[in-house]
């Protein structure tokens, strides 16, 4: 109905103005209403684009570095001359040039992971002949992680429970941020402890985790807490929209006493055994203990993780459709543009009958 009334009220007032407005022809009239049937066409074809496309998270391993021959980016112009033609008044002249270049090749520094991403380093020269300390430090086997674009008919579908506001005490600014903030190239810390600080070389042990994750298509999370109602996890589940189709994210809360008091794990896997495995494998470890949980993270995922298909899910393409906001929005710019071409016409004689 709400996709209905986008293209009737802008059609209505082509129509409207074909049989008040004396100055619009046929021909003028089947074009406003082509016009506008393609306009509104190609506005929801973009918030549709829009509303399946999202980003997720792969993860790999560097495999190597090396530096290439690439053309030279620094161009200008040269050999520059003139020719004119005509005489008098009616004389012109045009200049003409040539691009040269400063080099024959810029050098490219170049490392490479398993997902067959490609990462270059900013030159610290301007033709790249001298090699970049970040460059040099590039480690065979470092962890990497890149931002790839994917379709998510579950977050898009109206009738997704993702799309459901959870009915928690929980503001916008209690729950963490979804970790997306990829540094250094390709670094990405995804273990959460604003609540329950440890010490910084987990975060870079559970970043060179992930690398291994990878070849099982897998981007964990690790958010810990510290004396938290278990309608927590919910409430984070739900502001970050479910997760990403790849994300494996594991809440861990304790008490004052490092004692575990809930566990709760969200991951669209086919192998349900995952999650109570990996909940069951972190209760039973009853005090916290951040080397064995990461060791149960990473043993499980191994043995049991195994990503959804997110083409299981196709069907909810059908249940797709705007928002009200997006239809409000829709049906303004739709309105203003039928009125626009309808006052154009009405002015101008465009494919008036001749």
């Known amino acids: 109905m709400e996709i209905f ?12 103005s074909f049989i008040f407005m004396k100055g619009i022809s046929f021909k003028e009239f089947m074009v406003h209403i082509i016009a506008q049937s393609f306009l509104c066409g190609i ?28 053309s030279c980016e620094h161009s200008y112009r040269c050999h520059c001359y003139t020719s004119c033609s005509g005489s008098g008044s009616k004389r012109s002249c045009t200049e003409h040039c040539s691009t040269c270049y400063d080099h024959s ?31 040099s430090k590039i480690e065979i086997g470092e962890a990497t992680s ?23 005490s929980f503001k916008p600014e209690d729950m963490p941020k979804y ?34 994750f990878g070849k099982y298509e897998c981007n964990a999370i690790l958010i810990l807490t510290k004396n938290k109602p278990q309608e927590y996890a919910e409430a984070v589940s739900t502001f970050w929209g479910g997760g990403n189709k790849n994300d494996a994210i594991l809440i861990i809360n304790m008490n004052d006493l490092d004692e575990i008091t809930w566990v709760q794990v ?7 055994l995952f999650q109570v495995s990996l909940r069951d494998d972190i209760l039973l470890l009853k005090k916290f203990d951040i080397d064995k949980i990461l060791d149960k993270f990473s043993s499980n995922i191994k043995n049991h993780y195994k990503r959804m298909e997110m083409k299981n899910f196709e069907y909810l393409k059908y249940n797709l459709s705007p928002s009200m ?19 154009f016409f009405n002015i101008n004689n465009t494919f008036g009958d001749e």
């Open 43 to 70: 506005f929801l074809l973009i918030l549709y684009i829009n509303s399946i496309n999202f980003m997720e998270i792969w993860n790999g391993k560097i495999v190597k570095k090396y530096s290439e021959r690439v």
């Open 146 to 168: 890149h931002s790839h674009t994917y379709r998510n008919y579950l977050k898009a579908s109206k009738t997704s429970i993702y799309n459901e506001k959870y009915k928690n």
């Open 179 to 212: 970790p997306n903030n990829i540094f250094d190239y390709y670094k990405l810390d995804r273990l959460i402890d604003s609540d329950y600080t440890v010490d910084v070389k987990y975060h870079w042990q559970f970043m060179q985790m992930n690398g291994d």
């Open 105 to 135: 090749y810029d050098v490219d520094w170049v490392a490479e992971d398993n997902t067959f991403e490609k990462v270059r380093i900013h030159r610290v020269d301007r033709q790249g002949l001298r090699e970049p300390e970040r460059f």
């Open 266 to 272: 969200y991951s669209l896997t086919e192998n349900s």
């Open 325 to 343: 906001l997006e239809i409000i929005i829709l049906m303004i710019l739709g309105i203003a543009t039928s009125i626009g071409l309808a006052i």
């Open 5 to 16: 009334l986008v293209f009737i009220i802008p059609i209505s007032i082509a129509v409207f």
